[in-house]
């Protein structure tokens, strides 16, 4: 029998969140590729052909792809960023200091009461025996996880520091694990680097450090003095307010001065007097600067972007400067002062490139004893044409002078052959290198280095041999099997995909490299043990419970027929779908890849519809509990793969959206480009029982639908970007009928901005409220500025009110109606609600600065579930909001 073949994937969106303002990068600047599928070997194509290597036969599985795209990662990362920033900017242009002014008016609301309890600070365990279903990815070798962590730090008495993308810093005292938030007070939850200098102080730069179109960028740099014991406050901010609405991707320092590797240019400050301003050192193109000429053009975000800083440790005036756009520009290259100015490298780097062509992301790394430079360096020729990889190489200078001379050490090809889990998968090591990079040198050894891309790499002899000591995953190699007796078969535990910071640190008097990334935080002995495949056997996953930055997109509450209360489900970035039952000691993972939207039945929580990406849907009936036995055909498979025709078309948004009718949990309303009913419920088992409602029209796609008693709300835009940029609201019923568009002109009540959500009231369906995301009322140029975030219409669509009274220009995301009447509505920076008979906002509990993607209730109604992207899921009593 053939083995069947389902791809399920690992995606990295880098859906940054909370933080001081947003920059989009225009549409078409990322990588446009148009290659082959991904096709990473997934646990089903492996088991069936492990299975039929040894005579084994695959039962119970059908042949599926997930279609709706090409299947190449890369770019659909960047497509996922893209459309997660139209969302927040299309189609104007964000002011700087937004966030930071949202938050302060957010902050300054009235409470309500109550306050909100977290429930997913337990484990996450990707790798629960209990969920090896069909499109689990269980088993692969991860452990316990938790959401993308952006960078890392250590000292040596223990003291471990990881920031999160869009979750804070948090802190332990135990070498990894017992982990406790030190930033909550600060506007910006969104990390870009963090170090320790040599006094012991922790220095904070805000603004993920990662080029993508979503990213929230930051308020600037923060020290802490006393890291161990203190947290961050605004107080402790260096300089003044430069830094804000920028990432910082690196902090260097040298002869008493920290230098900041920004989205905006190069950057210094004095270490010892933190007052005063930073002093711009060097921007390639200053007329793109807040200030500019041309600060306003659709590019400017992309015109003075610095990777980082390499200074010269002999020599410390020697500073050489990694400038470039992941996806080439005129003035990427390297640059280091010539008579006074900033002067491109043209010549004497060695192998290093010097063209433009070929220098994108960049990361250095040198030696304690000052005997080696080391760098990474990504190449947009290599992203924008090879179907393999965007990784130019890894390169060493022996002279320990970061102007060079440079030699090779390493390409894609070789770390490939160094037991690489990326080997059959259709692309090779560093296909995210614009995304994924770290760079670090053991400080013991010069030539013992650790460099990140998806995957961990070592060498311990300067570059001449390597080890994939932290593989993709562990599917593929000899020792796995889905035995549910064990993790991962006779693997060792491995480290997540997507590797983004690193430190070495002790504890106890003993050497480990830790590393972040989008699994959360691992670590390792510096001088650790390999197997025979040079894969590292002594991985720990430092995700305990007790650090809870799960990136939610979507959450899903139903009664948990077996062991009372309720279960709870939700979908994640890069790390599924996580099953919560009422007894549960650790959370499972019952669906693999990205989590999107998600259906659960109020009345059976295992009954649970869970979307992938591009609405590739996938359903079952018994939370996915499987034991594996359907590899081998002696067991049943428990999901399915439903997805309507959209995802084959590649009609959907990368997320797209799922509802189910208010009044009947067997219909469901899914949106791509055209509005998909189908009424079977949970029991529906092929795509093919989707029946189209209604065509929102070529090149456009639903952003939001809802329905009950057989009425059906749909948003939709398209474009969806700046340029161009529409949107509307069709209204009809399930059955086909009454399908009309309803008059949105672009000076409407209703503006011109992306519309993300409805909330119908469970008592006429004529009543229904509007979510509209972006900026729009002070902080927005174009179309869309002047308006609110929350409408309400009374008679079914035709007409809307504008109810955002108080609420702070803040982006919305959802809303839901509460008993009684009330509403809660989903911000960017936490959520709102306003009590029946009220036309004022109050603040719901004390979240720290976190988006909130999508609420929901629970099946009796009294408990509101917040599901954010970056924190995890809270739940707060309805009762305490007055």
Known sequence: MSAPTRRRRWFTICAITTSAALVAIPAGAASGRNNSAFGVRTLAQLAAQRAQSVGGVTANATTEDDGGDDGNEADEIAEGADQYAEARTSPGIVSPGAYGAAWSSLSSLSSTGGSWKNITDLPYDSDDSRYRDYDSNSSAGMGNVTGRLAAIAADNDGYVYAGSAGGGVWRSRSGGGHWKPISDKLPAQSTGALALDTGGRLWLGTGEASTNADAYLGSGVYVLSDPRHGTFSSR???????????????????????????????????????????????????????????????????????????????????????????????????????????????????????????????????????????????????????????????????????????????????????????????????????????????????????????????????????????????????????????????????????????????????????????????????????????????????????????????VGVGKDLDYGGVSVTGGLQDNGQSELRSNDKIMGSNFGGDGGDTLTDPANGCNIAQEYVYLAVQVTQNCAVNDGSWIDGTGPVTSYGVAPPDNETGEARFIAPLAADLKSSSTWIAGGRHVWVQTHGYAIRSGDEWTSAYDLGAGHTATAVASSGGKVYAAWCGPCNNQGFTRGISVGNEDGTGWHDVALPVDATVPNRYLSGFAIDPDNADHVYLTVNGFSRHWTEGPGAGVGHVFESTDGGTTWTDISSNLPDVPTNSAVVTTGGGLAVATDLGVVYRAPGRTTWQRVGSLPAVAVLQLKLSPNGKTLYAATHGRGIYTIRVSHLR
């Open 236 to 554: 402790s901010r260096v300089g003044g307010d430069e830094l804000e609405s920028t990432t910082i991707h690196e902090l260097r320092f040298s002869g008493g001065k920290v230098w900041a590797a920004t989205s905006e240019g190069v950057w210094s400050h004095s270490t010892k007097k933190l007052s005063g301003a930073w002093k711009l050192e060097f921007a390639p193109n200053p007329d793109y600067l807040p200030g500019g000429s041309l600060a306003s053009d659709a590019s400017a975000a992309y015109k003075n972007i610095a990777n980082d800083i390499a200074i010269d440790p002999k020599d410390p005036s020697k500073v050489v400067l990694a400038v470039g756009w992941r996806s080439g520009d005129d003035y990427n290259g390297f640059y280091t002062k010539v008579n006074g100015a900033w002067t491109r490298i043209t010549s004497g780097l060695g192998d290093l490139p010097a063209d433009a062509d070929n220098v994108g992301n960049v990361t250095f790394a040198r030696s304690a004893d000052g005997s080696r430079y080391y760098a990474i360096d990504q190449s947009p020729e290599q992203l924008n044409t090879n179907p393999d990889s965007g990784l130019e190489g890894i390169y060493v200078s022996k002279s320990g002078s970061p102007t060079g001379p440079w030699t090779q050490i390493a390409d894609y090809q070789g770390l490939a052959a160094d037991g690489s889990a990326l080997t059959s998968s259709g692309y090779m090591p560093g296909v995210q290198a614009w995304y994924n990079q770290f760079l670090t040198v053991d400080p013991a050894d010069a030539e013992h280095v650790y460099a990140g891309l998806e995957e961990v790499h070592e060498t311990k002899d300067g570059g001449s041999t390597w080890s994939a000591v932290g593989p993709y995953w562990n599917f593929g190699f000899s020792c796995w099997s889905i035995d549910p007796a064990k993790q991962t078969g006779d693997c060792n535990q491995t480290s997540h995909p997507d590797q983004h910071g690193v430190a070495i640190g002790s504890y106890h008097g003993k050497s480990y490299v830790y590393v972040a990334n989008d699994g959360g935080a691992y670590k390792r002995p510096v001088n650790g043990s390999q197997d025979s495949e040079g894969h590292a056997t002594d991985w720990t996953s430092l995700n305990d419970g007790t650090i809870d930055t799960l990136q939610y997109y979507s």
